[in-house]
Every structure is written in C-alpha cells, then in structure tokens.
C-alpha cells in the first residue's frame, strides 16, 4: 500500500508489517491524518460519567463543566470561555435509547454502522438486556487503568451484522496483525489477567447471546473469540479527549496582559492540582479504537513519530518527532514517554507481555550488554 509520502510494506514474516517513509519529513510534520474503523469509549470512563459522543468521543461538557466536575466543585467559573470548543447546541441524542452524539452526522453514521444493531431501545436502565450483562461482565474483569473494551468488539460485529458487503466488512478487520493460537491465548490472558483466564468463555457465550453471530462464526469459536480480544489488544490504539485540555491550551494562546496572564496560569495550576486530588490521573474521556494506516506503524523505543489526537476528537494525526529520511522506518511508541525512559529490561518486560515481541530498535540493541535490571520507577512489575 502506497500512499502520499509513505508505504506499508511487508518487512518479513516475523516482523510483519511497517511503515516506510518515501519523502524527507521534517519534525512536527504531519504525516498522516486518519479516521478509526470502529472505537468505543471504555466502560468504566462511560459509568463514571466522563462525557463523550458515543461514535466520535468528542467532548459533551463545556470546559467549564469538565472543571466543575473533575475538581468536583459546582462554582468554578472559567474565564474566557470563547476558548471552549464545545458547541452543546449541535448535541442529539438516539431517541430510542438515550445515548449522545456530538451532532446529527455522528448520530446518521453510528446507526448505519452498528447503533441499529447494538441501540437498547430503552431509556431506562435495563439491567436483564444481553448486551447490558455483557458490559457489566466486562467491567468486574478489567478495572481501570483501562486497555480496552467488550464493547469495541461488540460494535464489530454489529459493523458486520450491518454491513451491504459483508466479506469487504470481514477482510478490513482481517488487515489487522493476526497472531498464531499460542500467542493468542497469551495475549488474551495477559490483557484479563490470570485471575479472569476461565472467564473468557464466559465472555464468549455472553456475546454470541447479545449478538447475531451468522456471518462471521469464525469470530465465536473459542479460538475465534481469543484472537479477536488479541487483535483489540495489540492493534487498539488509545484515544483520549477532553475539553478542558483544549480550553487550556486555547488560552495559553492568547496574548494576554501580563497580570492576567498570571492570573490565568495559576488558576490553572489550580485547578490541576484539584483534579489530580479527586481523580488522579483520570483526566481523560478514554477509548480506544482501530485503525489501519496506524497499526502498521511498529514500535521503538526512540521513535521518530508520536500519535496526536489535535481535534479532540478520535480523528488521529501521526506527527514527525525528528527528520525522517526517505526509506527510514517510520515508528511509534507503543510504550508512553516515562516507560520508553526505563531500562532496556524494564521496557522488554512490558512490551513481551502485552504485545509479545522482544524489541531491537537502536536502542534495545545498543543496550544489549546492561545488566538485567528493573528501573526502580518501574510500575509495570507486579
Ligand atoms: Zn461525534
Ligand atoms: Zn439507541
Ligand atoms: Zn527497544
């Protein structure tokens, strides 16, 4: 595949995929802009009542209320708030079942794509509904921090469900790195935790009970079922917004007088100190979602590439973090900064249990020799 400025090519049968650049790209280049397949907000975030759209995860409170909310004190008042990107105005909701949507575009595209399939047809809560179970299910087996969600899976299978060309809708999910049984059973495991191993069937049988599974049997197998909470696992990227963020960031921007200037920065000092206190590092509306161009990207551990999400929105922006010369490959993280920062072991560790692979960028290899040590910060070791 070939596309302005780049390729994705096939490196080797083990490595896979990878992203290759065919024009120079300067740091903070965009790269590439591109649109999930599917992605779901995940469960937890949504119960707490982090406000997203439910096809786009744009933000559904005004910067202000996010403050309120997160700080958990009603009064605050944000000033300029013509730095806030909200636009409560163009907000609808599924008249059968409640759920919000950003605008009318969003609201038209879910329920052609998998929201007429998966709409509880009820504002009440419904606690017997199949697909309810199945959240709730999710839920008591993977608590935040989040990596993912049942219910991702569930929209792709209804994207299917609801597709005219259904064997077109089945092979973009299959463009997706696909894994061998063993690897599959591990990385399932690893993304449930031991403790949830016996469970997935349970899983398994609750969705095929939610949804219609006669197009694609292959995914309702337990060998089917394991390889796609892989696939979401190791291909689902990330996605965070928040309205907050953008009002911050828009207001940084202004030209401000000195003294209100100050003022500013401290009220936002503040309040960032006040969220931390109430919800720690629960900024964020978060998801994550599929994406193609994307997931060819493979990692390193000093990438030339960085993930932005720019719009606050799931729209994906890949940026250039250095220049990249023609026929370089182009990586990402698939580690955030502050664990890309611990030792090679550390790092090792945490990428062959949650994605299998033992890393050889530059870095690793230049590495090669250190002892076996874990980073005293290291969080990753349980
Ligand atoms: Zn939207
Ligand atoms: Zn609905
Ligand atoms: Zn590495």
Same mark, same amino acid.
């Given at each position: ?22 024009? !120079? ?54 000033? *300029? ?13 599924? !008249? ?18 998998? *929201? ?27 608590? !935040? ?43 399932? *495991? ?26 694609? !049997? ?165």
């Amino acid at each position: 595949m070939e596309i302005d400025g780049f390729q994705v090519r096939i490196i080797s049968e083990e490595k896979g995929k990878g992203l290759f650049a065919l024009r !120079p790209y300067k740091e903070g280049d965009v790269i590439f802009e591109e649109k999930p397949i599917i992605c779901c907000q995940f469960s937890w975030n949504a119960m707490y009542r982090y406000l997203a759209c439910d096809n786009c995860m744009q933000p559904l409170e005004t910067a202000e209320e996010n403050a309120q909310r997160l700080t958990m004190k009603p009064d605050i008042i944000l000033p *300029h708030m013509e730095c806030c990107e909200t636009n409560k105005e163009s907000i609808v909701e599924c !008249p059968a079942c409640g759920v919000k949507y950003c605008c009318t575009e969003c609201q038209n595209e879910a329920f052609q794509r998998y *929201h007429r399939t998966l709409c509880l047809q009820s504002k009440e809560k419904n606690d017997q509904h199949p697909l309810v179970q199945l959240n709730e299910t999710w839920k008591q087996m993977h608590y !935040p921090p989040e990596t993912a969600t049942i219910m991702l899976l569930a929209r792709m299978v209804a994207s299917i469900n609801q597709a005219t060309d259904k064997a077109a809708a089945v092979s973009t999910y299959s463009q997706f790195c696909h894994r061998t049984v063993n690897d599959t059973q591990e990385i399932a *495991h690893n993304l449930l935790g031991e403790k949830f191993v016996g469970q997935i069937d349970v899983l398994r049988q609750m969705m095929q009970n939610a949804l219609d599974s006669e197009y694609i !049997p292959q995914w309702f197998t337990p060998d089917g079922f394991r390889s796609l909470l892989a696939l979401v696992g190791t291909n689902g990227q990330g996605i965070g917004t928040s309205s907050f963020s953008r009002w911050v960031k828009n207001v940084s921007a202004l030209e401000l007088p000195k003294d209100e200037r100050i003022q500013v920065d401290k009220l936002i000092d503040r309040l960032y100190d006040d969220m931390e206190e109430v919800v720690g590092s629960f900024l964020n509306n978060e998801g994550s979602g599929l994406y193609i161009l994307q997931s060819a990207a493979n990692h390193s551990c000093v990438p030339n590439a960085i993930v932005e999400f720019p719009y606050s929105n799931s729209t994906l922006v890949l940026k250039a973090t250095r220049d990249i010369h023609p026929g370089e490959e182009i990586c990402i993280g698939y580690l955030d900064e502050c664990a890309l920062e611990r030792s090679r072991h550390s790092r090792q560790k945490a990428l062959s249990s949650l994605y299998l692979f033992l890393c050889r960028c530059d870095k690793c290899l230049s590495q090669v020799d250190d002892p076996d040590v874990t980073s005293d910060d290291d969080h990753m070791s349980d």
